[in-house]
């Protein structure tokens, strides 16, 4: 008996001990071990529980509900209904009436649509397609079910057509659908030819023509594709749109038709023959072609290009980390955004470019030390490169641009002396011939074209850089000197815009100086007062700076700070005389050519 109660005590302590052991059957205790908790999970649990539930919402067992869209009867469960929507769940959990009631009527709803999501709630799949995706769009929107809502657009954006963008566009609008509005907004301006050929563009109410004609963004290939569009429209129906056609003529930038088409097909037209405010506009637009010395005080929203009718600006080569860029990017102002065209088929720097009947002249420049006459051009149709005729001179730091037809070559650094010849090449007879030097030597010089004569602009000769400037009369084959800039600029940059020269930027340094003062003014020249003033500075001191009039703009691309080779590029607005940046290069660069091109598609 003593062995078995000492047995039955030791077991009956193991009980209670937090280290559990056991008897061995020799007598002894041994350790033993408890199993770990486990839980267990069944596989898609909630997924068989929706399609139970599925099953009776079919069956219209345990439903609790009843909508009502239209004619549309909806059994349902408050549960699922709350547990997949805010909406629901507000009115039935907030002790709202409709928390009571057996039968809600939603009002304005779709019952088509309106089953559809019911079933997504159980389902979580719902079917989009053209006929339903509005409906269903509009009855997500109502009940503030997003996820419905987002997939409704990305269905719309994908189904987008110059047919139906228009119809997309409004619909974004009424339900207040960002993105969707701004892609059915983009996609109509980039479709914009295409979009006024379809019968929901004749169909549009005035004031939705008036909307789309005043974008600045319509992809079109000149002002004249614009006056078309409205004269399709107001000849849909004449007699009632008549009365629209003076307000919407407003809207097409008449100043930047021809002449020729202002009086054959605006002017003549009988829309607006007894029409006072279009012969108003009419007779401003014809002042802006017979009075061009007035145009800066012209300067309005109608006298502004279109982004896509200003061309395509193209930044050639240039000064980078890899002590020489070869590529060819091209900026879009409708598109905001910069590509790479094309490789240039040679390295070179400081060279000169300009279009010379559709084809891109890239002449002189440095390979290395070595300093070029070499003269080659891209031709834009056939996307290739050729050789033209070289330079009589080798020329580094020259500058170049179009007079009347010839390119000419002025100025630079033949790698020995600082140079004031200039050479004119005729592409007609493909041939380069002398003229008269420039008064000065010029290296790194700014050139351009004002009122049919070739000015040259600073640069540097042997000792300094320089502030004078001199300009060419291809008729008597002089140069004569004009008003000095207030500064002397050396690597500076020059543009022409409404009729004055603007120097931008450039330095001060004697040539063997390599420690240059860097501006960031900008003076502007009138050739008639033979003045120069300053106007609104860049944001950054730099020399070596691409710039050419981008539609209405002075844009300034890249250049150098003494530092670095910079990417940005900023454009000058002489109506508020500020600088603004754009869309900066791909990569930083200094002395890139800069140029405009129209035969270009982006």
């Known amino acids: 008996m003593k062995k078995v109660e000492k047995v039955e005590k030791l077991y009956a302590c193991s009980e209670t001990s937090s ?36 099953d009776y919402l079919y069956k219209q067992q345990l439903t609790d509900v009843i909508l009502i869209a239209g004619q549309k009867r909806i059994p349902a469960h408050r549960l699922v209904l709350s547990a997949n929507c805010e909406y629901f769940a507000a009115m039935f959990t907030n002790s709202l009436r409709e928390t009571f009631q057996n039968e809600i009527e939603l009002k304005e709803v779709d019952g088509d649509a309106l089953w559809g999501i019911v079933r997504y709630f159980y389902t979580g799949i719902i079917d989009l397609l053209e006929d339903n995706v509005e409906t269903l769009l509009a009855t997500a929107s109502l009940l503030q079910l997003s996820s419905i809502v ?73 002002e004249e594709s614009v006056f078309d569009a409205l004269r399709r429209w107001l000849e849909h129906d004449p007699k009632i749109r008549q009365k629209e056609s003076s307000r919407l003529l407003a809207y097409v930038k008449l ?95 400081q060279f000169g470019a300009a279009v010379v009947e559709k084809k891109l002249v890239v002449a002189g420049g440095r390979d290395g030390l070595k300093t070029l006459n070499t003269v080659e051009c891209f031709d834009f149709n056939a996307k290739t490169w050729g050789s033209l005729p070289p330079m009589t001179i080798h020329r580094h730091g020259l500058g170049v641009t179009v007079l009347e037809g010839p390119l ?108 240059a003062s860097r501006f960031d003014c900008v003076e502007r020249y009138d050739p008639k007062t033979d003045t120069w003033t300053t106007v609104a500075s860049m944001s950054i001191a730099r020399d070596a700076i691409g710039v050419t009039v981008l539609g209405d703009k002075l844009l300034a691309v890249g250049g150098y700070d003494g530092q670095q080779y910079l990417s940005l590029v900023e454009a000058y607005d002489p109506l508020l005389n500020e600088w603004h940046q754009v869309t900066p290069l791909n990569s930083g660069r200094a002395g890139p050519c800069v140029v405009i091109e129209n035969s270009l598609t982006f």
């Open 255 to 349: 100043p930047l038709l021809t002449p020729a088409f202002l009086t054959d097909y605006v002017e003549n037209n009988e829309m607006f023959r007894e029409q006072r405010s279009s012969q108003v506009l009419i007779m401003e637009a014809l002042k802006y072609h017979l009075l061009p010395e007035r145009r800066p005080m012209l300067q309005s929203n109608r006298t502004r290009p279109r982004k896509a009718t200003v061309g395509q600006l193209l930044s050639i080569g240039g000064m980078d980390t890899l002590k020489g860029a070869t590529t060819i990017d091209v900026f879009s102002l409708r598109t905001n955004t910069w590509r790479t065209l094309v490789n240039m088929s040679s390295k070179r720097s």
């Open 19 to 54: 280290s559990k052991q056991s008897i061995s059957s020799t007598g002894t205790t041994a350790s033993i071990s408890t199993p770990q908790d486990e839980s267990f999970k069944l596989d898609k649990h909630a997924e068989r529980c929706l399609r139970t539930m599925e």
């Open 408 to 515: 000419y070559a002025v100025g630079g650094h033949d790698g020995w002396s600082f140079l004031n010849t200039v050479e004119r090449w005729d592409p007609t007879t493909r041939q380069w011939t002398y003229i008269s030097p420039m008064c000065s030597q010029r290296s790194t010089v700014g050139v351009a074209v004002l009122n049919d004569k070739l000015y040259a602009v600073g640069g540097r000769d042997n000792s300094s850089s320089l502030s004078t400037v001199e300009c060419y009369d291809p008729h008597s084959n002089k140069w004569t000197s004009c008003a000095p800039m207030s500064r002397r600029r050396g690597g500076v940059a020059v543009a022409v815009m409404n009729g004055c020269l603007y120097a931008l930027g450039g330095h001060d340094a004697p040539s063997s100086n390599p420690h």
């Open 150 to 222: 987002e997939a409704c657009c990305q269905f719309l954006i994908k189904q987008l057509h110059p047919s139906n963008c228009l119809g997309i566009r409004r619909f974004a609008d009424i339900h207040g659908c960002t993105n969707l509005l701004h892609t059915a907004n983009v996609y109509t301006n980039d479709h914009f030819m295409e979009v006024v050929k379809n019968q929901e563009y004749l169909l549009l109410t005035a004031d939705d023509v008036a909307m789309l004609l005043q974008s600045d963004d319509l992809n079109v290939t000149s």
